[in-house]
């Protein structure tokens, strides 16, 4: 008999299957945010939103201060509870490649998978784009889906200054995802969830991807910026 | 998370909270109809709980689709290719459809005083009722990720939920109709907010005691942005104040159980706010 | 002018590394590569189509990454790194990859406009561009009758290849200036007659350790992009070790093995500390001392003995203990380098700083060799003949008599000078230079002199934006974006030389025409038949023709197809091919490429000696000019100065009084400064270009309001907490702004980034976006509906006062002592005040810096046999 579950299908391990995943070394990210711009050229994403951001933290006493960045974009979870919440089908894994993709025409825009998400990894399209007529409808990050399918790597990868965001199938042994994934210490955000995340960090440190006390009493600079995203951006 | 201005919006508004309002009273009234057909002392409600039924299952509905930000594809959630079964919003899309579709059955039925047809369907009705709150309640704790909505209570706290502000709004439909119906209905109001109260000491616990991630969700709850609307209006205006009035003498009166009906409904307000919005609060900044 | 200015034989260099980079060292190939290639092409997401590619470079800021721009349905969509060239390896940095909305800016000018109410009242007219050519003819008709020198031309950015200058010097002025001295002109000056360049080019990737002297390499520096690639890839490959000197926590020093939060502008007295301790302790590569310099090592030693660690921590705050550390690490970590940018440079004095910072690797011997301090590569292009001559006459503000060492210029001080009537000015045009934000005084000084039609009769803006500058024009021409002009290009941004280009993508958008079409057309409507002798240096017939008068007979080039290669691949020689399983570029056996070293050390050939005489210093002189330097029976071209080594003692500086050797100044008013005053720095955020990307909507969002940065402690003697708003006020205005209290700043510093609070620059900049967009002919952006924030910062320039360095003529940008408050009941955020009188005291004191002013003296006392002011004047046309 075969097991009841209700999770999509795993990719990961697959003969014959692709399974691509994105290995992001922090020991190399200097902050430079150029991820984040060049993601949002090649989607014509709109103001307020992101596929891919890089928040930093700083942590230490003067003198001895550091500053961390830790991108982030949608894991493509190999177990991903943003397509099980989805009423109508319009997020879905494929299975060759484990990408988690969307139909925009079949999207409602219920934010369901928003809600189910524990990555904030997806976002509502606003009404207004530059140049792009999907509006209205949730979106993420692809994995650059329309790119790799056609051999070429992600377009942050392809412009990441540091070299710190790698790509690759991750059942190809010979990978360099691979290498990096079975030779070097590697986390995801939050493991506990059970999503299998399959983008893989190097020297992931604590402070960034744990909720710290500072979310309770945030700095008062940022919360203006908050109040007035909250107030001015409607998505 | 960091120190940097990428900002993310809560998924769920407070639209959402009041489809939960409206659904749950709109279940629960549906159910004081049905018990009409068993017991007596409802018979006078039978007619007005469940048009206000009817009416608040329409407001939700319209709720519910000017929420989506594609309100004309709300056909999709009953397209069969597009079915996904391990969606509860799926579920809860024919959960609706069909309480409604019995709903409108059921109005045709009374009108033809088929007393037969109209107490299978006020059964058939009832059960498909009950499946609203908990569906509404399965539609948060499906998310696992999120602080208090994770836990399991959630689908019978909303069934309580659900129950109070049926009863409360029942007491006023009810007037000063009945003596007995008055007693059940200050009965009904009592044990579920009685019941609801229970199950938020056991989710406050159980928030407080959870990792990062839920501690703080505690501590917003309970000090911070939701501090007022969850503690001060949720818990102890609008739970355990009429909890307190409909035990002491003026409770039993029909001016106090009102007033304890209104504090109910407002708390009942103020609960599904602060839970749908509670759960959301953290992971913003993540 | 960052066109880097090489006084190195560039043919020498070509010969050197050009043709020769198959010398690749053996490392094996591990990994098999990537699966996917790491760019090149495009797709839409959309529909999956190929998106067209058109190789060109980027010049979103001025570090030249080779770019491949992507055009679907006519628009440019998307940029990205041009992965066959070698600097860049197919990355571009945040601002690089948004580039595009140059291009598409809703508020940029699309047709020539007219000013019609008073000076930047706001007011204008469209009119032709014969109607704006013939009036800006007829002005210059009449101001070269007068005199040419009453022609201004200053700039910022040129990357016209030649065609600006040319341009004023086919006008005959030789009044054209840039804006190097609030660049980072006194690193140069610090540079240039030590080794030859005016930048040094430190092999990263193949280092052991790094010493960082205020460079935020991680964000900005020359060259921010093809640089960090390569110190991320020696931080992580090669665990070279990176520390950092800055007075904030930069994102570089963020990321830095250390971070020794200095205090501003004693770098130069920590480098010679350093140097102390290794002359002391015996560390010196006492050989290359020897062999290269013209010192030698007991000179040296002798010269260091004063400058103890102990002294070096008291004015800098840097342990005792961490200076001797430091100087042990650098001087056995081999190899190891240094590298600096405009913290050191940007003070009084930054000449010296920077010269004190370059003597750490000069000392040591890490000069050109693999992961150390090499010289920069870089390579040239021809320029269409006939030239037009060097103008007849020189200008008394471009000649500076105060500042003959300054060869960059000292033009921040020019609204001083023309105030005072120093020189007078009928015609101003600006190029691509916003002084009224980015120079210190801001409005209250250019704005000033800009609106005052005495000073300024007429001025013309060639620009594409109502930059604050052009906002006070009377005429503007619109000029192209750089996605739609041709301009050469080559940067020493990597250790190979190339060359490059930049080409039209798209068809230029409205009525804009590229600079060096307007700079033509405006010739010959000055001189249409030819009869004045103008016309005939403005021979082409359009931007590629002009390109191919500086390309096709490049030789290399030529035999690649000129700009027919360059056309295909933005880019020429192509070293190899990038490796998508290393980001690096591999020749034909899969290795990484490895560039030349020890450029000094190629020999000259028996044709290059013949007729050459060596002197006593052993310089190889041929027909007056030095060749190279003859060292042990050999015959080496040696470095690019006046005598082919490396002088650390800089004779030509002690003529003007000022110390020859390396030495350190005190900045004379961070003396006695009281307890509740700071230091105000400035800096340059990661995602913003000078005042250029306020109107680049993703950069923008991702950076748009510039709290100023104070120290926790600070705050809490203070009362200051996050969020609160704050006073700070210099010796000529105030500002107040929001605060932001953290551990990551020097407690002494409060630092207010640049980049923000404009007041022009269209309406996303201005945050006036309920204003109708498109006012000037362009598309609006729909996008611009989600824009969110409030808040656009505050602009620090009109509170910092001009400062020279009487040797480089550096502003002294992070020099200004302020006093830091909490805001009073009266003050609102976004207050700026400042007055044109204080500005003009603090002109006036720091002129008494300079070689001729009453203070030069009292800093020199070392100096004290120097013949004065007079002695150096009769040395006057000693060719700088
Ligand atoms: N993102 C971005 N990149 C750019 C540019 C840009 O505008 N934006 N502009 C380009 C241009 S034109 C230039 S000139 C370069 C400039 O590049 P950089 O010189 O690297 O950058 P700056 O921000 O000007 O200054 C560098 C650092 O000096 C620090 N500093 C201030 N005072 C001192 C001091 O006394 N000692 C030390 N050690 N540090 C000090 C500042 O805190 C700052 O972090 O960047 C180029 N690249
Ligand atoms: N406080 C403080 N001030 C600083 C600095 C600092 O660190 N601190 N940094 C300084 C440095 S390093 C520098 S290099 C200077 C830079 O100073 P500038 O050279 O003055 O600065 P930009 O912002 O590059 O000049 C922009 C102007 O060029 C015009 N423009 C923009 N794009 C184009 C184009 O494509 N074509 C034409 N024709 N015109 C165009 C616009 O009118 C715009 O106003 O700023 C300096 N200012
Ligand atoms: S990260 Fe979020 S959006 Fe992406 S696959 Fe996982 S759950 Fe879905
Ligand atoms: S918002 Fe769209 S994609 Fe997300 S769950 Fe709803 S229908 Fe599915
Ligand atoms: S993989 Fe593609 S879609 Fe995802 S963050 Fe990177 S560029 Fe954006
Ligand atoms: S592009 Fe790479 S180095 Fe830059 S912020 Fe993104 S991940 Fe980090
Ligand atoms: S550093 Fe960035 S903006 Fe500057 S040239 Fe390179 S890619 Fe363009
Ligand atoms: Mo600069």
């Known amino acids: 008999m075969s097991e009841l579950r209700l999770s999509s299908i795993e990719t990961r391990g697959v003969p014959g299957k692709k399974r691509y995943a994105m290995v992001i070394d922090l020991r190399r990210c200097i902050g430079c945010d150029a991820c984040m711009t060049a993601c949002k050229a090649e989607f014509d994403v709109p103001v307020g939103v992101f596929r891919t951001w890089v928040p930093y933290r700083v942590v230490g006493t003067y003198p001895n201060v550091r500053k961390h960045f830790m991108p982030r974009l949608c894991n493509h979870c190999d177990d991903p509870p943003c397509v099980r919440a989805c009423p109508v089908g319009a997020t879905y894994k494929v299975e060759d490649g484990g990408f988690v993709l969307q139909h925009y025409d079949r999207c409602i825009g219920c934010k369901a998978c928003m809600a189910s998400c524990p990555y904030n990894a997806r976002f509502m399209l606003p009404k207004s784009r530059t140049y792009t007529d999907i509006t209205s409808v949730v979106d993420k990050c692809t994995f650059c889906h329309h790119r790799v399918t056609q051999g070429l790597a992600p377009a942050c990868v392809v412009t990441c200054i540091g070299r710190a965001r790698i790509f690759g199938d991750l059942n190809d042994p010979a990978s360099e995802v691979s290498r990096l994934v079975s030779t070097l210490p590697t986390q995801v955000l939050r493991p506990e969830e059970g999503t299998k995340p399959h983008v893989f960090y190097i020297g992931l440190d604590r402070h960034n991807s744990e909720f710290g006390r500072a979310v309770y009493s945030p700095l008062e600079v940022l919360e203006e910026d908050r109040q007035a995203f909250n107030k001015n951006h409607g998505a | 998370m960091g120190d940097f201005n990428i900002f993310h919006h809560m998924p769920w508004s407070s639209t959402y909270s009041i489809y939960f309002f409206t659904i749950g009273i709109s279940a629960a009234l549906f159910f004081m109809s049905t018990l009409s057909w068993y017991r007596e002392e409802f018979r006078p409600l039978r007619a007005s709980a469940f048009y206000l039924s009817f009416v608040l299952l329409a407001i939700s509905g319209l709720l519910l689709i000017s929420d989506l930000s594609k309100p004309a594809r709300f056909l999709n959630i009953m397209n069969p290719a597009y079915l996904n079964f391990t969606s509860p919003l799926a579920w809860g899309g024919l959960n609706l459809l069909s309480f409604g579709a019995v709903s409108v059955a059921y109005f045709f039925m009374m009108r033809k005083n088929d007393e037969g047809t109209s107490r299978k369907l006020a059964v058939l009705g009832s059960l498909l009722a009950l499946g609203l709150p908990i569906y509404t309640g399965f539609d948060l704790t499906v998310h696992q990720n999120r602080p208090v909505w994770n836990t399991p209570l959630m689908p019978i706290l909303f069934v309580a939920l659900s129950l109070v502000s049926g009863a409360a709004v029942a007491s006023f439909l009810a007037g000063g109709k009945s003596e007995k119906l008055h007693v059940m209905l200050r009965r009904f109001m009592l044990w579920s907010a009685g019941a609801v109260g229970a199950m938020l000491i056991s989710l406050l616990g159980t928030t407080a005691y959870g990792g990062s991630g839920q501690e703080l969700t505690f501590m917003f709850m309970t000090s911070g942005a939701l501090g007022g609307i969850f503690i001060g209006v949720g818990i102890l205006l609008g739970t355990a104040a009429p909890i307190l009035l409909l035990l002491a003498p003026f409770g039993r009166q029909q001016g106090g159980m009102m007033l304890a009906a209104l504090l109910l409904l407002v708390g009942g307000m103020a609960l599904r706010y602060s839970i749908l919005v509670g759960g959301q609060i953290v992971q913003t900044y993540f | 002018m960052d066109m880097l200015n090489f006084k190195i034989s560039r043919r020498a260099f070509l010969q050197a590394s050009a043709a020769t980079t198959a010398a690749a060292a053996a490392s094996p190939r591990l990994l098999r590569a990537m699966e996917v290639e790491l760019g090149g092409k495009d797709f839409s997401p959309v529909n999956y189509t190929e998106r067209k590619a058109i190789p060109t470079t980027c010049h979103v800021c001025n570090i030249q990454d080779g770019a491949i721009a992507y055009v679907e349905n006519g628009r440019i969509v998307k940029l990205e790194g041009n992965p066959e060239h070698v600097s860049t390896r197919g990355r571009l940095c945040a601002k690089g990859n948004s580039g595009m909305w140059y291009t598409y800016n809703p508020d940029r000018i699309l047709y020539p406009l007219k000013r019609v109410g008073a000076r930047g009242e706001g007011k204008w007219k469209r009119i032709t561009w014969d109607e704006a050519l013939a009036e800006i003819a007829q002005k210059l008709d009449a101001a070269i009758k007068e005199d040419p020198n009453t022609v201004m031309l200053k700039w910022g950015r040129d990357r016209t290849g030649g065609a600006i200058v040319r341009f004023i010097k086919t006008l005959g002025s030789a009044t054209m200036m840039n804006h190097t001295s609030v660049c980072e002109s006194s690193k140069k000056i610090g540079m240039q007659p030590t080794w030859g360049p005016d930048i040094e080019t430190p092999d990263f990737a ?58 501003p502008g004693t770098d130069g007295a920590v480098a010679l500390a350093l140097g102390h301790v290794i002359l002391r302790d015996d560390l010196q590569d006492s050989d290359f001392i020897n062999t290269w310099t013209n010192v030698t090592v007991e000179e040296l030693k002798d010269h260091y003995r004063q400058f103890t660690p102990e002294w070096a921590s008291k004015l800098s705050g840097v342990p005792v203990e961490t200076i001797e550390r430091i100087a042990h690490e650098f001087a056995t970590t081999k190899p190891a380098t240094t590298y600096t940018y405009r913290g050191p440079a940007k003070h009084l004095y930054g000449a010296y700083n920077e010269k004190a910072c370059m003597m750490l690797p000069i000392m040591t011997g890490n000069i050109e060799v693999r992961g150390g301090y090499c010289l920069p590569r870089g390579m040239g292009y021809q320029q269409p003949q006939p ?183 933005g880019v020429w020689p192509i070293y190899g091919k990038l490796d998508p399983a290393s980001g690096k570029i591999v020749d034909k056996t899969g290795r990484p490429i490895e560039p030349e070293y020890g450029l000094h050390k190629k020999e000259l050939s028996a044709a290059d000696m013949t007729g050459a005489v060596v002197e006593k210093n052993g310089t190889i002189m041929k027909n007056g000019k030095a060749i190279g330097v003859q060292r042990k029976g050999r015959n080496y071209v040696g470095f690019p100065t006046h005598d082919r080594i490396i002088n650390v003692r800089v004779d030509e500086w002690a003529e003007y009084g000022f110390n020859p050797m390396p030495t350190f100044k005190q900045i004379p008013w961070h003396k006695d400064m009281k307890d509740d005053e700071m230091i105000l720095t400035t800096y340059k955020f990661n995602v913003h270009v000078q005042s250029r990307t306020a109107s680049v909507k993703w950069l923008a969002e991702i950076a748009h309001s510039n709290p100023a940065w104070i120290n926790s402690e600070t705050g809490r003697k203070l009362g200051i907490k996050t969020g609160d708003l704050v006073r700070v006020e210099s010796k000529v205005g105030y500002l107040v702004t929001k605060a932001y209290v953290f551990e990551g700043i020097n407690p002494k510093v409060v630092a207010i980034p640049i980049g923000c609070g404009h007041w022009e620059y269209g309406r996303l900049a201005s945050l006036k976006l309920k204003e109708k967009g498109g006012a000037w002919g362009a598309q609006d952006d729909p996008d611009l509906k989600n824009v969110w924030w409030e808040d656009n910062g505050v602009h620090p320039n009109l509170i910092i006062p001009v400062v020279a360095d009487p040797i480089g003529g550096s502003q002294g940008w992070f020099d200004t002592v302020v006093k830091v408050t909490k805001a009073g009941p009266n003050d609102k955020y976004g207050d700026v005040q400042a007055s044109w009188e204080k500005h003009v005291d603090a002109f006036k004191e720091t002129m008494r810096y300079a070689y001729t002013g009453d203070l030069h003296r009292k800093m020199h006392p070392e100096m004290a046999s120097w013949g004065g002011p007079d002695s150096a004047r009769h040395k006057e046309g000693g060719g700088h």
């Open chain 3, 387 to 569: 030239e037009p001559p060097k103008p007849a006459k020189p200008s008394w503000m471009s000649d500076h008599p105060d500042y003959p060492l300054a060869e960059h210029k000292v033009a921040h001080l020019v609204p001083f000078w023309i105030a005072e009537g120093k020189q007078k000015i009928n015609v101003y045009f600006t190029y691509m230079d916003n002084p009224v934000y980015t120079n210190p005084g801001a409005q209250a000084v250019w704005g000033k002199m800009f609106r005052d039609e005495k000073l300024i009769p007429f001025y013309v803006s060639m620009s594409t934006v109502m930059g604050e500058e052009t906002a006070l024009a009377d005429i503007i021409l619109p000029d192209c974006m750089y996605l739609e002009r041709w301009e050469p290009e080559s940067m020493p941004n990597s250790l190979w030389p190339w060359l490059g280009f930049r080409q039209p993508v798209i068809k230029p958008l409205g009525e804009t025409r590229e600079t060096r079409i307007i700079l033509r057309d405006i010739i010959h409507k000055l001189d249409p038949d030819g009869s004045r002798g103008m016309k005939k240096y403005w021979n082409f017939k359009d931007g590629e023709d002009y390109m191919r008068q500086q390309f096709d007979n490049v030789p290399g080039l030529k035999e690649a197809g000129g700009v027919d290669f360059l056309k295909k691949h």
């Open chain 3, 206 to 263: 193949n280092t052991k350790y790094i010493l960082n002297f205020g460079s935020n390499v991680m964000e900005a520096a020359y060259f921010h992009n093809p640089y960090v690639q390569r110190v991320a890839e020696g931080m992580a490959d090669n665990k070279a070790k990176l520390v950092t000197f800055d007075v904030r926590l930069s994102n570089t020093a963020g990321r830095s093995d250390e971070w020794i939060p200095v205090f």
